[in-house]
Every structure is written in C-alpha cells, then in structure tokens.
C-alpha cells in the first residue's frame, strides 16, 4: 500500500531552523510526478507551502516562505525534504507532506500554487512548534 511516513513533531525557537522529512517507498517515490508541502494552523484551512517535481527537480513555493524555506528530495533515499529557516510564531502548525503521479503543469503551479485537491497520497502530518 502506498503511503508516505513524515518525521516526529519539533519545537524550536523564533529565528532557529529545522528539517522535515516525508519518505517513501522506491515504487510510489519512482511514480510520483510531484510532491508538496502543506500546513495547517488550528480552525484554519490547509494551505500549500512549497512543491517539488520530483522529475526535473524545480521547485516552487508560496510567497509566505520564500527565501526561508527549501524544499528538496534524495533520490537515493526516496525522501523529500522541508528545511525551515528563520522560523517564525506563525509558522507553527501541523505541516504534511503529499504526492501524486499526475500534477498540474508547472506554470499553473507558478501562478496558483499547489492544490490540496489534486493530490491523492498524503503523509501523516508533523506537529512543527514555534515559540517566541
């Protein structure tokens, strides 16, 4: 069965950094066509973050985490990560990984970001803390 396994929940401080991982197995990370980060903060909608083909490799991200934030993958560990810099209180929320074989064309992810509802397999979700 396909599925995707994030690492354990963090807490950090303002201003400090962390990785979040979201792995998996050789046959689903090998039919995927992208993969993406989202978050979602108590009683509020689930928002895209960053995106990663895992194809060519490019990326994308929301405006909110630009320049702070990196998305990128390990082929060999079959393994897409989320490092988060200079983080900040609102940051904090329940972040998930997710994947599909078939993702929107990049220059309609370029303009709208990555959409909730088009990807199918989703991780577990990560509790990320950020404390002032």
């Known amino acids: 069965q396909a599925q995707l396994v994030q690492s354990a929940g963090v807490s950090v401080q303002t201003g400090g950094s962390l990785s979040l991982s979201c792995s998996a197995s050789?046959?689903?990370?090998?039919?995927?066509?992208?993969m993406g980060w989202f978050r979602q903060q108590p009683g509020k909608v689930r928002r895209w973050v960053a995106a990663?083909?895992?194809?060519?490799?490019?990326?994308y991200y929301h405006d909110s985490v630009k320049g702070r934030f990196t998305i990128s993958q390990d082929h060999a560990k079959n393994a897409v990560y989320l490092q988060m810099n200079d983080v900040k209180p609102e940051d904090s929320a329940t972040y998930a990984c997710?994947?599909?074989?078939?993702?929107?064309?990049?220059?309609?992810?370029?303009?709208?970001?990555?959409?909730?509802?088009?990807?199918?397999?989703w991780g577990q979700g990560t509790l990320v803390n950020v404390s002032s």
């Open positions: 050789p046959d689903t990370y090998n039919s995927t066509d992208c």
């Open positions: 997710a994947a599909d074989v078939k993702c929107p064309p990049w220059h309609v992810l370029k303009v709208a970001g990555l959409s909730d509802k088009v990807l199918k397999l």
């Open positions: 990663i083909y895992t194809g060519p490799g490019d990326t």
